[in-house]
């Protein structure tokens, strides 16, 4: 969302440095600030630990009870038949439950019948409650928004909680200045300029600003540091100012960039990179070389922001989406913004609730108290169908001005967004699952579901990567008592020349002979010691990826080599690769299958997973030399034309590799079976 506070700033309000003996950069000259430093505050990402679960208490006795019922009987006696805002309270005043009703005294007589049936949750609730508190509301929608203010600032006990809900960071430009400044922004938006966002969080809108810096050359220093400026700084040099500061650019030229930049922002992006395109052809028929060279960066530079976005939509606008998981008696809400087309990041969050609530109940209640302090977008997608969707739409369409439409989208890119915020809720659940139980606790857990004879020390993790036999590396990652230990980490060029190319059992045998054998024959003594001496060399326990044939082959290797002290485990992936429905194999005893929710699970999952990514980035490292050496012109399909159109959208081949298909489907000439071969050229499915 884009919002503009400026006031008829004052172009002339910024006066021509005086030429002085001003030092070349001060202190805070090496790094401007990006950040309005009267807005800040700590940086907002995933919420670092998950809530305390509540736990229930066992059957409710009479007596308490019937003390609840008698106090909400008598509340009902005085309740309103209008809409309004009910407060349940303890002996202690403190606030137990806060609900909402359309018609208060009917709500409130569903709480205070004997004979009603109620989850035990209710019924807790109710036993506790020693008196009621109302109040009256005109309508229902605005008992709603009543409600959501009055749990955020309350935290009643048994309602849905939004925890650690911090402001979003917003990009500034600036609009009280001649020269206007980019930073990122917090808080009221009362400073002249143009606010882009929200954004997911600080890092997101760090990378945002750097690339805008590098597309755009707007300046992010402070006023007072422009002001004594007699030199351009060390951003002018590297080429991420346009250096106002000392007039190396004309007012008219800056004026330029930071349209270019504002509009880019806005969702034009295409016109800029077109513009910027047009303007690098017709420098380089001019022979002006240097000229072309930086409109290639900028056009570079605007490919990697979009590349850094992810997923970007393609009929949607301006929406967020909210994905709701639960698993293990936690719930995971993920939240995408999309703004002008173009994806401002997700966040997770992990609301403190009870096991009873269905995920509908706790999407509908974090979304009101979501919205309570921050603008709505348009559109507003979800994972699930919640009860009063449209009393919510109503709500936030009158505190936002214009029409909001909630929806859970059954088909089309729409629903392809909330299945792709569902997966990103379903994995942050996971990885905070297995964070929460401690790294000791989990090699116990370990050692003990698997059998091992002690909690592993050392855990080896091997995996290869390879594309028909080409570039063909494997790699081995550790993990210990204190997680995973990097300066461990190894890679291996695959060398053996009689290998059938796909081989992976050969691979693994290459791989596994030259890590042992200089455990078997380690160097001579007065041999320089290595940094990491002190951890354990000889791993516990050795995971492999695969199922019980890859189990047995690895066996047949240690058989060969005289190990017999290290344990050996495989893990096979779940049918159709699901994650939670994995198959571990170990010698000697039947497949071991654990509960999708097994903390041990989702470990042995982060393992094997953290093996591929290691060994898919060796793997891309070794093809990148032969990529970029053969060029587009490989591509079957890619002719003179497409590559042309391919370097103006992109700016560089490096900035096509990043591309995902949705961006490369974007260029003039690329049809959608082209953009998949390029794709697919940069992006293979490794062996």
């Given at each position: 969302?884009?919002?503009?506070?400026?006031?008829?700033?004052?172009?002339?309000?910024?006066?021509?440095?005086?030429?002085?003996?001003?030092?070349?950069i001060?202190?805070?000259?090496?790094?401007?600030?990006?950040?309005?430093?009267?807005t800040?505050?700590?940086?907002?990402?995933?919420?670092?630990?998950?809530?305390?679960?509540?736990?229930?208490?066992?059957?409710?006795?009479?007596?308490?009870?019937?003390?609840?019922?008698?106090?909400?009987?008598?509340?009902?006696?005085?309740?309103?038949?209008?809409?309004?805002?009910y407060?349940?309270?303890?002996?202690?005043?403190?606030?137990?439950?806060?609900?909402k009703?359309?018609?208060?005294?009917?709500?409130?007589?569903?709480?205070?019948?004997?004979?009603?049936?109620?989850p035990?949750?209710?019924?807790?609730?109710?036993?506790?409650?020693?008196?009621?508190?109302?109040?009256?509301?005109?309508?229902?929608?605005?008992?709603?928004?009543?409600?959501?203010n009055?749990?955020?600032?309350?935290?009643?006990?048994?309602?849905?909680?939004?925890?650690?809900?911090?402001?979003?960071?917003?990009?500034?430009?600036?609009?009280?200045?001649?020269?206007?400044?980019?930073?990122?922004?917090r808080?009221?938006?009362?400073?002249?300029g143009?606010?882009?966002?929200?954004?997911?969080s600080?890092?997101?809108?760090?990378?945002?600003?750097?690339?805008?810096?590098?597309?755009?050359?707007?300046r992010?220093?402070t006023?007072?540091?422009?002001?004594?400026?007699?030199?351009?700084?060390?951003?002018?040099?590297?080429?991420?100012?346009?250096?106002?500061c000392?007039?190396?650019?004309?007012?008219?030229?800056?004026?330029?960039l930071v349209?270019?930049?504002?509009?880019?922002?806005?969702?034009?992006?295409?016109?800029?990179?077109?513009?910027?395109?047009?303007?690098?052809?017709?420098?380089?028929?001019?022979?002006e070389?240097?000229?072309?060279a930086?409109?290639?960066d900028?056009?570079?530079?605007?490919?990697?922001i979009?590349?850094?976005?992810?997923?970007?939509?393609?009929?949607v606008?301006?929406?967020?989406?909210?994905a709701?998981?639960?698993?293990?008696?936690?719930?995971?809400?993920?939240?995408?913004?999309?703004?002008?087309g173009?994806?401002?990041?997700?966040?997770?969050y992990?609301?403190?609730?009870?096991?009873?609530?269905?995920?509908?109940?706790?999407?509908?209640?974090?979304?009101?108290?979501?919205?309570?302090?921050?603008?709505?977008?348009?559109?507003?997608?979800?994972?699930?169908?919640i009860?009063e969707?449209?009393?919510?739409?109503?709500?936030?369409?009158?505190?936002?001005?214009?029409k909001?439409?909630?929806?859970?989208?059954?088909?089309g890119?729409k629903?392809?967004?909330v299945?792709?915020?569902?997966?990103?809720?379903?994995?942050?659940?996971?990885?905070?699952?297995?964070?929460?139980?401690?790294?000791?606790?989990?090699?116990?857990?370990?050692?003990?579901?698997l059998?091992?004879?002690?909690?592993p020390?050392?855990?080896?993790v091997?995996?290869?990567?390879?594309?028909?036999?080409?570039?063909?590396?494997?790699?081995?990652?550790?993990?210990?008592?204190?997680?995973?230990?990097?300066?461990?980490?190894?890679?291996?060029?695959?060398?053996?020349?009689?290998?059938?190319?796909?081989?992976?059992?050969?691979?693994?045998?290459?791989v596994l002979?030259?890590?042992?054998?200089?455990?078997?024959?380690?160097?001579?003594?007065?041999?320089?010691?290595t940094k990491?001496?002190?951890?354990?060399?000889?791993?516990?326990?050795?995971?492999?990826?695969?199922?019980?044939?890859?189990?047995?082959?690895?066996?047949?290797?240690?058989a060969?080599?005289?190990?017999?002290?290290?344990?050996?485990?495989?893990?096979?992936?779940?049918?159709?690769?699901?994650?939670g429905?994995?198959?571990?194999?170990?010698?000697?005893?039947?497949?071991?299958?654990?509960?999708?929710?097994?903390?041990?699970?989702?470990?042995?999952?982060?393992?094997?997973?953290?093996?591929?990514?290691?060994v898919?980035?060796?793997?891309?490292?070794?093809?990148?030399?032969?990529?970029?050496?053969?060029?587009?012109?490989?591509?079957?399909?890619?002719?003179?034309?497409?590559?042309?159109?391919?370097?103006?959208?992109?700016?560089?081949?490096?900035?096509?590799?990043?591309?995902?298909?949705?961006?490369?489907?974007?260029?003039?000439?690329v049809?959608?079976?082209?953009?998949r071969?390029?794709?697919?050229?940069?992006?293979?499915?490794?062996?």
């Amino acid at each position: 969302m884009v919002h503009d506070s400026t006031d008829n700033p004052d172009d002339t309000r910024a006066r021509k440095p005086e030429r002085g003996s001003a030092p070349d950069i001060p202190p805070e000259g090496l790094a401007p600030p990006d950040l309005d430093p009267a807005t800040t505050s700590g940086d907002d990402e995933d919420d670092s630990r998950l809530p305390d679960i509540l736990e229930e208490s066992g059957a409710v006795g009479e007596e308490p009870l019937a003390t609840g019922h008698e106090a909400i009987e008598r509340a009902v006696r005085f309740a309103p038949t209008s809409p309004g805002v009910y407060r349940m309270l303890n002996a202690n005043s403190d606030v137990l439950y806060v609900g909402k009703a359309k018609n208060v005294k009917k709500r409130l007589s569903n709480y205070a019948r004997l004979s009603a049936p109620q989850p035990a949750r209710i019924l807790r609730m109710i036993a506790a409650t020693v008196s009621v508190e109302i109040v009256s509301t005109t309508t229902e929608t605005e008992a709603l928004l009543l409600e959501a203010n009055l749990i955020k600032q309350l935290r009643p006990r048994f309602n849905v909680q939004l925890r650690d809900d911090k402001s979003f960071p917003y990009i500034l430009i600036t609009g009280d200045h001649w020269a206007p400044q980019i930073l990122k922004h917090r808080g009221a938006q009362s400073r002249p300029g143009r606010y882009f966002g929200p954004f997911a969080s600080a890092g997101a809108v760090n990378r945002t600003i750097t690339a805008l810096q590098r597309a755009f050359l707007i300046r992010s220093c402070t006023d007072s540091f422009f002001e004594s400026r007699s030199r351009p700084c060390l951003l002018y040099q590297i080429r991420r100012c346009a250096g106002p500061c000392t007039r190396e650019i004309d007012f008219p030229g800056y004026t330029t960039l930071v349209r270019e930049a504002t509009d880019f922002l806005s969702g034009k992006s295409q016109a800029v990179k077109q513009e910027l395109a047009g303007e690098m052809e017709k420098a380089s028929s001019a022979l002006e070389f240097e000229s072309a060279a930086l409109y290639r960066d900028r056009l570079a530079a605007l490919s990697a922001i979009q590349s850094q976005q992810g997923i970007n939509p393609r009929t949607v606008e301006e929406a967020d989406v909210f994905a709701i998981h639960q698993e293990g008696g936690f719930s995971c809400v993920e939240v995408f913004f999309f703004r002008t087309g173009q994806n401002w990041g997700n966040r997770a969050y992990f609301p403190r609730a009870e096991k009873t609530f269905t995920p509908e109940e706790v999407l509908g209640s974090f979304l009101a108290q979501f919205y309570d302090d921050k603008p709505p977008p348009k559109v507003i997608l979800l994972s699930h169908e919640i009860e009063e969707s449209e009393l919510l739409a109503n709500a936030l369409s009158i505190k936002a001005g214009h029409k909001i439409e909630v929806t859970a989208p059954k088909r089309g890119e729409k629903k392809e967004l909330v299945t792709h915020a569902l997966t990103n809720a379903r994995e942050a659940l996971g990885r905070k699952l297995a964070d929460t139980a401690t790294q000791g606790r989990l090699l116990e857990a370990m050692a003990a579901t698997l059998s091992l004879p002690h909690p592993p020390k050392r855990i080896e993790v091997y995996d290869n990567s390879h594309i028909q036999g080409t570039n063909a590396v494997g790699a081995m990652i550790v993990a210990g008592p204190d997680g995973f230990v990097k300066n461990q980490y190894r890679k291996f060029n695959i060398k053996s020349e009689g290998l059938t190319p796909g081989d992976d059992y050969g691979m693994m045998r290459e791989v596994l002979e030259r890590r042992f054998r200089r455990l078997i024959n380690p160097p001579e003594e007065g041999a320089a010691k290595t940094k990491d001496d002190d951890f354990p060399q000889w791993p516990d326990l050795v995971i492999i990826d695969g199922g019980r044939g890859q189990l047995n082959a690895v066996r047949e290797i240690f058989a060969g080599l005289g190990l017999t002290q290290v344990s050996l485990m495989s893990v096979a992936k779940g049918p159709d690769r699901d994650a939670g429905r994995e198959t571990l194999f170990m010698p000697e005893r039947e497949a071991i299958k654990l509960e999708p929710r097994d903390p041990v699970l989702y470990f042995i999952q982060r393992l094997r997973d953290e093996a591929h990514r290691f060994v898919i980035g060796s793997h891309r490292k070794l093809r990148k030399k032969d990529i970029r050496e053969a060029g587009l012109q490989e591509i079957p399909g890619i002719g003179p034309s497409r590559k042309r159109a391919l370097l103006h959208h992109f700016g560089t081949l490096k900035e096509i590799e990043r591309a995902s298909i949705v961006d490369l489907g974007k260029v003039p000439g690329v049809s959608a079976e082209s953009a998949r071969r390029i794709f697919e050229y940069f992006h293979p499915q490794p062996g």
